[in-house]
C-alpha cells in the first residue's frame, strides 16, 4: 500500500493529463522527488536562462536616450542648446548616447554642429520591449547587458511524467479508493471501497485518567500496614468537644498548654457524658492517689464548646471511655488514619490541614520499648529506615517520645511524629488501669521522606503539584 498526501495525489491525476497542478511550487517540488523515489514518477530538472529588465531598463522602455538625441538632432538643435536645455536627461545620458549615435553612423560632427544622418533607432527599443515580454535573447542582448539595461537569471524548471508503474498506480483500485475521515454504515459495511486516513498518534499529549492521588494511595498503603500488625481501625468525626480533645487528656484550661495547637473554635455547644465529665473534673482538681490535683476551678461550659479537632487522639480516648473500658481484660490495638485541623502557619513542614496516623496499644505487660518497637516496625514498613526518638513534653503521657526522621531532601532531622504512655491521671477517670502505649503520626512528613520531597505543600491542596499527585507509576498511559 502507498501511502500518499493530497498534494502527492493531485499531482498524479494532474500527470495523467500531461499538466502540474498550480501553487507552492517547492512544495510541488518536494512532492514530485518524493513520486519520483517510489518510482511513480520521472523527474527532469533542466536551467532555464532568461533576461530581465533592470530598472534603468524598465526606463527606457518608452524610448532609449539616444533615441531622444537623435530626434532633437533631427531638428536642428546645436550642442550648446543639447546640454543646456532641459531636454530629461543627464550630462552622461548625453554624452554617451551621441558616442553611440556616432559609432552607429547616424550624426556626424562638424566643428560645434551636430548633423543627423537617415536612419532609425525604432528597432532596438522594440528589441528591448521584446525582452521584456519573452525574456528571450536578441541581436541587441549584448549592448543591453553592457549598458545595464538587462540581466540574466537562471531557473531550475522540472518537467514530469507519469513512470509506467505510476500510470498503473493512478489507474488501480488503490488509488481510486475513495478517501475517508468520518464514518457511517455505508461506509462500514463496504469498507473495501474505502481507504481511511490515518490518525496521527504522535502529537497527543499524555493521558492521564481519573483516580485516587498519589496521597490517597499513600493512605490506603498505610491502612494496609496497620492492618497487618493487628490494628483495628477507629471511625471519628473532624469535629470535637474541647473535652475529647483537651480537658479528658488532662490539659489544663486557660493554660499555655492549650496553645500548643492553635485550635479553630466552632460556634455551638456539644454534649458530654455527665458521670464521665464529673470524674474528670474530679481528678483534675484533685488528682489520683499518690499524685496532686491542678487545685484549680474547672469550667464546664469551656468543656462543651465545640473545635475542629487538633489530634485524633481525642478519637483515641473516645475509644479508651467507650470500647476498652467496657471490656477490659482484652488486648486491644486500635489505629486511625484521619485529618486534623491547627492554626498553624504554612511551610515547608507545615499545613493547616494534615492526616495523623494514630495508634493506641492496650495490652499486658506494655512497656516504652513495646512502643518502640511498634513505631520502628510501622516505619521500616513503609520504607522510612531513619528514625529516631527523643524525649519529650506531653501533658496527657509520661514518659513521652518525640520521633524524628531524616530528610535527605531537607538534609535534617524533622520531627514526624509524637507518642508517649498514658498519664495514669488521664486513664483513671476512664476505668483503665493497664499500660496504654499511643503515638501520633504526621503522614503528609512520612509521605516527604518516602518520597524524597523537600516542600509538604506540593503533596496536596492549593499548592500540589500535579506531578506529585498523579502518581506516574499509576496513572500515566502515553506520555
Ligand atoms: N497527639 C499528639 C500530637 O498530635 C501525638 C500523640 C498521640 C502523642 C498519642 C502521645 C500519645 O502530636
Same mark, same amino acid.
Given at each position: 500500500m502507498i501511502e500518499l498526501n493530497d498534494l502527492e495525489r493531485e499531482i498524479l491525476k494532474a500527470l495523467t493529463k500531461g499538466k502540474l497542478p498550480e501553487g507552492n511550487k517547492d512544495a510541488i517540488v518536494n512532492a514530485l522527488r518524493r513520486l519520483e523515489s517510489l518510482g511513480l514518477v520521472s523527474l527532469k530538472r533542466e536551467s532555464i536562462i532568461s533576461y530581465k529588465l533592470t530598472d534603468l531598463g524598465k526606463k527606457y522602455l518608452s524610448y532609449l536616450p539616444e533615441e531622444k538625441v537623435y530626434s532633437l538632432i533631427k531638428k536642428g538643435i546645436t550642442i550648446e542648446e543639447l546640454f543646456n536645455?532641459? *531636454?530629461?536627461?543627464s550630462k552622461e545620458e548625453i554624452n554617451a548616447s551621441i558616442g553611440i549615435l556616432s559609432k552607429q553612423g547616424l550624426i556626424e560632427r562638424k566643428g560645434k554642429e551636430l548633423i543627423a544622418k537617415p536612419g532609425d533607432l525604432e528597432e532596438k527599443r522594440k528589441a528591448l520591449n521584446d525582452i521584456a515580454i519573452t525574456g528571450l535573447p536578441n541581436k541587441f542582448l549584448d549592448e543591453f547587458l553592457k549598458r545595464g539595461f538587462v540581466y540574466q537569471e537562471k531557473e531550475d524548471k522540472y518537467s514530469a511524467e507519469l513512470t509506467s508503474k505510476g500510470k498503473e498506480y493512478v489507474n488501480s483500485k488503490e488509488f481510486n479508493l475513495k478517501s475517508v475521515d468520518k464514518l457511517n454504515r455505508e461506509i462500514i459495511e463496504n469498507y473495501e471501497n474505502y481507504k481511511f486516513r490515518k490518525y496521527d498518534?504522535?502529537? *497527543?499529549p499524555p493521558i492521564y485518567y481519573g483516580g485516587p492521588s498519589s496521597l490517597s494511595e499513600f493512605i490506603e498503603e498505610i491502612k494496609k500496614i496497620m492492618v497487618s500488625m493487628g490494628f483495628q481501625e477507629m471511625k471519628s468525626n473532624y469535629a470535637e468537644e474541647v473535652f475529647w480533645n483537651f480537658d479528658v487528656m488532662m490539659?489544663?484550661?486557660?493554660?499555655p498548654d492549650r496553645d500548643v495547637q492553635d485550635t479553630i473554635y466552632l460556634e455551638g455547644k456539644g454534649n458530654v457524658d455527665f458521670s464521665l465529665l464529673n470524674k474528670v473534673k474530679q481528678t483534675y482538681i484533685n488528682g489520683i492517689k499518690g499524685g496532686y490535683g491542678y487545685g484549680k476551678e474547672f469550667d464546664e461550659e469551656e468543656s462543651k464548646r465545640i473545635i475542629?479537632?487538633?489530634?485524633t487522639t481525642a478519637t483515641t480516648f473516645r475509644y479508651l471511655y467507650y470500647v476498652i473500658s467496657k471490656n477490659p481484660n482484652l488486648n486491644y490495638r486500635f489505629f486511625s488514619v484521619d485529618k486534623v485541623f491547627r492554626n498553624e502557619t504554612v511551610d515547608v513542614t507545615h499545613l493547616k490541614e494534615f492526616y495523623q496516623i494514630e495508634g493506641v496499644v492496650y495490652e499486658d505487660n506494655l512497656t516504652l520499648r513495646s512502643l518502640m518497637g511498634y513505631i520502628k516496625t510501622f516505619y521500616e514498613l513503609i520504607g522510612i529506615d531513619k528514625v529516631r526518638f527523643k524525649p519529650t513534653y506531653n501533658p496527657?503521657?509520661?514518659?513521652s517520645l518525640e520521633i524524628q526522621g531524616y530528610s535527605s531532601a531537607l538534609q535534617r532531622w524533622i520531627e514526624i511524629g509524637n507518642s508517649g504512655m498514658f498519664r495514669p491521671e488521664t486513664l483513671y477517670p476512664l476505668g483503665i488501669k493497664k499500660n496504654v502505649a499511643a503515638w501520633g503520626l504526621a503522614l503528609e512528613r512520612a509521605f516527604m521522606l518516602k518520597y524524597d520531597i523537600?516542600?509538604?505543600?506540593?503533596?496536596?491542596?492549593?499548592?500540589?503539584d500535579l506531578n506529585v499527585i498523579r502518581h506516574p507509576k499509576y496513572y500515566k498511559i502515553w506520555s
Open positions: 536645455k532641459d *531636454i530629461g536627461l498518534l504522535s502529537s *497527543i490539659f489544663r484550661q486557660n493554660h475542629l479537632r487538633g489530634h496527657y503521657t509520661e514518659p523537600e516542600d509538604i505543600r506540593v503533596i496536596n491542596g492549593s499548592e500540589g
